[in-house]
Every structure is written in C-alpha cells, then in structure tokens.
C-alpha cells in the first residue's frame, strides 16, 4: 500500500504544554509534500486545535494503517514532518482528484501542508 491510495489518515499534534491531539483527516500526498484541508463537515467552530497546536508546535506526525482480522495483511506508514498553515488553494485539486465528495463542494480551507522530514513503515508481508 502506498501512503497515496490511503483514504484516511491520523493527524497528530502536540499543543504549547505537550498535550498530545490526534485526528482523522482526509489529505493528499505528492512527494515530499502533505495536504489537509479544514473542510465543510460540520465543526463546533473554525478555530480548531490542531490548528492551534501547529501555530504553536509546527512538529506533526501523520499514521495511516490497515487493520485486518487476518495479521498476515497488517500495515501502516507513519511520516514526520513540519506543518505550517496556509489560505492558499495551491494543493487542492490533490484533494479534489482524490476525494469525488469534494468536487462538489470543495473545501475553502484553510490549509495544512505538512513537508515530510521522515517517514517509517512496516508491513506484515
């Protein structure tokens, strides 16, 4: 499996005290670079933590795994990398070509994009 075809990551952050936030999210991966757009899902309000934790900490880390009954098709990739928060569309027609329920409504942002300083993996196969 390939960290592109994966539907469904896990963002984690740390805020100012070193309190661990994680997420699901939906991205988008080109090379060296992450997407993760703030979308129009329903929020309790625009001002999230893992925004605030990135302005505060910009150190990230993203897991995307597959978990099977069978243990013989376990995986997951984990990256490292260094987010910073932006309003630019620059990266969304990554998510618009990945995502069919974003070409209709696409998301306005605003936008994480992470640079990958490390990556790790490990696959039962």
Do not use: C
Not at 84 to 106: C, D, F, N
């Amino acid at each position: 499996m390939r960290l592109d075809d994966a539907r469904v990551a896990r963002l984690a952050t740390v805020d100012e005290n070193g309190q661990p936030h994680v997420v699901p999210v939906t991205f988008a991966a080109r090379d060296d670079t992450i997407v993760i757009a703030v979308d129009h899902k329903p929020k309790s309000t625009r001002d999230l933590k893992r925004l605030r934790n990135i302005r505060a900490n910009p150190q990230v880390s993203l897991l995307v795994d597959e978990y099977s009954e069978d243990w013989s098709r376990l995986w997951w990739i984990r990256v490292d990398g260094t987010a910073r928060i932006t309003e630019s569309t620059e990266a969304l027609a990554w998510l618009v070509g990945k995502y069919p329920q974003y070409q209709a409504t696409p998301p306005a942002g605003p936008f994480i994009l992470i640079t990958v300083t490390r990556r790790s993996a490990w696959s039962s196969a």
